[in-house]
């Protein structure tokens, strides 16, 4: 029986909305830390996530618990694989909109745009994040 991999990546983003950086209070999917996610033909899910800032002292951590909650979450999912990528630097305009409201709520001003303005960035329209779909 043929896996529905875009329903399966449904999920596994859902799982990712459950997983967070400990020092800020949006999950990593809003946080624009997941870099990639595959499912392919057999249901095989490999996840990519990014950090923040070089050298996060929790960034292990972080895989530990997104491997984990698609694990638990996501029983289709099989052999499960969360990579981190500290090559790609993380950039603020990778937030979600939702993650943008969030962070607004918590801080009381658009922080995603002074961080923008601060690193010298354009400001773009609603970030796609490409390769989450």
């Excluded at 624009?32 to 960034?59: F, S, W």
């Excluded at 002074?114 to 329209?125: A, D, F, P, S, V």
């Amino acid at each position: 029986m043929p896996v529905n991999k875009e329903e399966i990546k449904k999920k596994v983003i859902e799982a990712l909305k459950q997983v967070y950086d400990p020092e800020i209070p949006v999950d990593v999917y809003n946080l624009g830390l997941v870099y990639d996610i595959n499912v392919d033909d057999e249901g095989n899910v490999k996840v990519v996530l990014g950090v923040t800032a070089p050298g996060c002292p929790v960034a292990w951590m972080i895989v530990a618990q997104a491997e984990e909650a698609i694990k638990k979450l996501v029983p289709e999912a099989k052999n499960v694989e969360v990579e981190l990528d500290l090559s790609r630097p993380w950039d603020p305009r990778r937030v979600t909109k939702e993650g943008r409201e969030k962070l607004k709520a918590i801080y009381g001003y658009d922080i995603v745009a002074e961080m923008i303005k601060r690193m010298g960035l354009e400001e773009q329209g609603e970030q796609g994040q490409t390769s989450q779909g």
